[in-house]
């Protein structure tokens, strides 16, 4: 790595997007990832469905009770 780098040519926001949707990486722990897994393969689904189908249903669940 430099000591120094020349910016002085850089565009400020060249790369912004206003728009842009970040898709974030999610962990599950093991256990909680084979019971959404067994769910999904049981309903010929994936994972990403199983777990926002749940979670949505969580977010419903806390605004009632709200």
Known sequence: ???E???SKGVRGRFYRPNAKLKLPVYLDSDV???VAAIAK???SDVSTVVNTLLKSDMR???EAT
């Open 1 to 3: 790595m430099k000591k």
């Open 61 to 63: 669940l806390v605004k």
């Open 42 to 44: 049981r309903k010929k």
């Open 33 to 35: 990832q084979a019971f």
């Open 5 to 7: 780098y020349d910016l």
